[in-house]
């Protein structure tokens, strides 16, 4: 049977960079091919130019055996491909009638008809199961909701495409399995649909066939029963995994030492219940819940980034008083964000600048540091994090997802703190870098760090952590000791009984 | 990525040389473009760059450049620090205005006129740390927040000339003429002035780590507080830096004119400023600081001007001669407009 | 629903306040004689203000909008001295300022200049394309700038709706039209709220862009012909500042300057609230020209302040 959709030879070149190498790839009607590889592995790339972002370099593109050109988004949403990209890629401001309806409204007499734009709006979102106010703004609404208008909208009634990058990264285990309805739905009316993710579990729940791709090639496809997990993680990085994550951690510290963090009652009216949390020095402390539970908020709170109302925060016996970033920074707490791009990299400075950034201003500005002292930091931390570059004097922009996650992981580790909260550590880092980071965790506390994780990867909070603060809506409701930590203890205690 | 993809990386990246290295520069452009304009000069009037010394001080078309572009150069710089925090001033000429007034009122008064310099200066910090305040601590956008003072700064300047001084008062002053109109040994004293500030915010931001947090919260601000930069006093601090070059700026125009005129005192300075910024490769949307660049941005706007005049064209059209050379110095800068002017001229020569 | 209109009807409440105050303080201001002649006197500059409504909305900004209604006036101007009737060399300039807004746009997405720069740049060229043109300014004789000038519609009261305030009510009404009833409208919407998400979902970017700045351009030739026809005459200095007040009308009608939030309609009672203190202090008599100024700063900043706050409570960030 031919293909729906077929990517022969496919390349994209950037400078220093092969984004994508004679790349192949197909997906047929009635099936969930799912598009898998480590971060700059091309996964991304290869969307954009399926659906119209980008243009290849070389390559054919071929819809029903006829080759067509993808030149825009809009020449592909032409040609039947409906794409929801990884940040919902809507207008916050806009009412999500507009949202939908942008690009093919409906029209009377040479003006928009809004009433029947409403009504094609609300039978589009009654397909998903989608009952909600459409006048008002998307951006009242929240991730989830906003992901699924965004489906609604690719979702046109000629598409016969769907592609979806990273559709699950903001949605809690609820949500996931609502999309997936909708997703089997739509496989079984015919739908070919794309489906990027790093989430291995959900792959094989969903995907019928997987296509993985290393370094912009393609080094595997076959299907789901064909490609054990074992299979898939080894050719995605190339090797074996050594299964680090799976040890059990070690507390070599003194358990009757004074905590070197100690956060009592702190909490913001609106934001967070009053926690209390407490770190002691070679300690990790994960932070579980679902999503909304409150657990950036928690991370923030505690670095000063939200300015807490209630309770106090003691760090190695000193009272921080009014916390923020910077007095955080001083007293030798740190803290790398959950959003890299919104909250963590500065995009337009070099790598150099954006590691000694906390640093520098912990010293103050009167007292810089040498360029020879930074160029030594950066390329230290360069080394090793391992992070993918030639040049530390390449904008952050430049490097991939993972690599900036890695820069910000550097400009607090360069900061010589005390005490370190990191707040998805491992979001959008590739299999391979994902090991790395679990044992890098585990050698700072070895070292006499404190650490404070935030994850919403279970595995990943077994892996390292010694004890797990549990939260729900915005309560702390329980603390799981080290000896009972598993991935179903977790799951219990978040749910609650 | 590994290590082939790497190595890969480093083979594409050879280290850049000669004319391709030198033309990605973003100076390049103001420097070609103050060379081209010197060089239309030098054939359209002789001894154009001719410098003589009369009565101890050096004369000369170029020498008159530098000196009339001075106060332009200096609110630049001061916008120039603004502008990387992704920020504007649109006030700066209205803030020349209220100085004007406030040093025409003290001389008035009888304050002593060094007290009526620092005063001055005073004023200028007031003015930008109101326009701080709204910025960095109200969150209103710096395009608006400085409007507010741009639209009343210049009502303000002509209530306190007409409570203190009169209409159009004059005066006369022995500093502020020598700021302006003096000279230390050969050079023009606000020349000297001129540079001071310079190599004073060059200082800041290259010395200290002052320009990387400038540079920070310009490029991300959210980012740069969560790394533990004080983005309120930055912001505060540029618009106080931009507060007090314009009031600098200001001292030396009222001297010039020996007289508070709030109307048309700066007009369209900081228009000019915000061009020479641009020209010396500075970004409207924040970033990196080029003060180098901001001062080649000035002279080449102040030598357009002088052209024009010293080529006999009459003096209506200096603004569209302006505007034309600023497009082309823009349109170059733009590496979309480069490639399509490239490959319009390849097209045409097959 | 509600809380997006919410800054037009402060803006609208404002202006009511103020008209309300003035009635209170000066005999038969709050009448439609003032009302029509607030109309009349200021609806150059909100013509104008009604295409940069647009600009604003798209996350741009157009400084060359008092240049262009100098040229138009110089331009008119030297046409009737060669024997054009006005509302063709009028018809003439709407299509030289939709041209020349084009030639704007272009520039701002193809070369991707900022549009405060480009803008800036064409303020200069239409400013000194005046001066090259007249120093001195130029009557215009033709009978029917007279006709125009003489045209008026009564109020109930005692008041006039002058034709230059008809042409701007239906420039309004054409704007509000485009705005919220056309796909180019919510396409102006899109991009200012959130300019990549635009173009990947598919809005024509180049040519909204273009057709924004045309669109802004073209009104600001229309005000332009309107201040020409009502002070029948050509000066090379007319309008300058005029940007200022321009967008001052927009913010003050509750746009946002970054664009994706605002209502044209409101650029109208915005333009008013500027005029209506002008006269209020012209009524004063004690009071001089400076009061303007730092009146009109004065209020700009409480709006300023008040928008601030409003927005700031209608967040539109999701919950996590």
Known sequence: MTAKVEIVGVSKAYPGVRALDAVDFSVEAGEVHALMGENGAGKSTLIKVMTGALRADSGVIRLDGDEIKLDSPGAARAAGIGAVYQEVNLVPSMSVTKNLMLGRLPRRLGLVSWSRARDLARERLKRLGVDIDIERPLGSYSVAIQQ?????????????????????????????????????????????????????????????????????????????????????????????????????????????????????????????????????????VGLAGLLGSGRSETAKLLFGAIRADRGEIFVAGDSVGAASPAKSLRLGMTFCPEDRKSEGILSELTIRENIVLALQSRRGWLRPLSRREQDRLADEMIEALAIATSDAEKPVGQLSGGNQQKVILARSLVAGPRVLILDEPTRGIDVGAHAEIVNLIRKLCEQGLALLVVSSELDELVAVSHRIVVLRDRKQVAEIPGSDITRAKIIETIAGS | MTKETLSAGLAERAPLVGVKALLRHRMIWPVLALALILIVDGVISPGFFRIRIVEGRLFGSLIDILYRAMPTATVALGMAVVISTKGIDLSVGSIIAICGAVIVWRIHAGDPHFVILLLALGTGLLCGLWNGMLVALLDIQPIIATLILMVSGRGIGLMINLIYGGTNPSFNSALLQGLSVGHISLIPTRLVVGAGIFLLLWLLTRRTAFGLFLESVGGNPAAARLAGVNTRLIIYSAYLISGICAAAAGVILTADTHTSDPVSEGLYIELDAILAVVIGGGSLSGGRVYLGGTLLGALVIQALTTSILSSGLPPEYNLVVKAVVVLIVLLLQSSNARTALVSAIARRKR | MNEKYLPLGATIAVFLILFLTGGLLYNHFFSTLVLGDILADNAFVIIAAIGTTFVILSGGIDLSIGSMIGFVGVAMANLDVAGWHPLASGLAMIAFGAGFGALQGFIIDFCEIQPFIVTLAGLFLLRGACFMVNLDAVPLRHPFVSEFAAFAIPLPGEGFLASSALIMLASLLVAILIAHWTAFGANVYAIGGDRVSAALMGVPMRRTVVKIYALGGLYSALGGVVYALYTSSGYPLAGTGTELTAIASVVLGGTLLTGGVGFVAGTLFGGMILGLIATLINFNGSLNGAWIMISGGLLLFLFIVLQRFLVGSLKFGAAR
């Open chain 1, 148 to 284: 699924l208008v965004a489906i609604a909208r690719a979702l046109d009634d000629d598409v016969r495409v769907l592609v979806l990058d990273e559709p699950t990264a903001s949605l809690d285990a609820q949500e996931v399995q609502g999309l997936f309805d909708i997703l089997r739905d739509l496989k079984q009316r015919g739908m070919a649909i794309v489906f990027i993710s790093h989430f291995i579990d959900q792959v094989y729940q969903i995907a019928d066939r997987i296509t993985v791709l290393r370094n912009g090639r393609r080094v595997g496809v076959g299907t789901t029963m064909e490609m054990p997990s074992f299979k898939l993680v080894s050719l995605m990085i190339g090797h074996d995994l050594l299964v680090a994550e799976q040890k059990p951690p070690t507390f070599h510290l003194d358990p009757n030492a004074a905590p070197i963090l100690i956060a009592k009652g702190v909490g913001r009216r609106r934001v967070m219940e009053p926690v209390d949390i407490n770190l002691r020095a070679g300690e990790v």
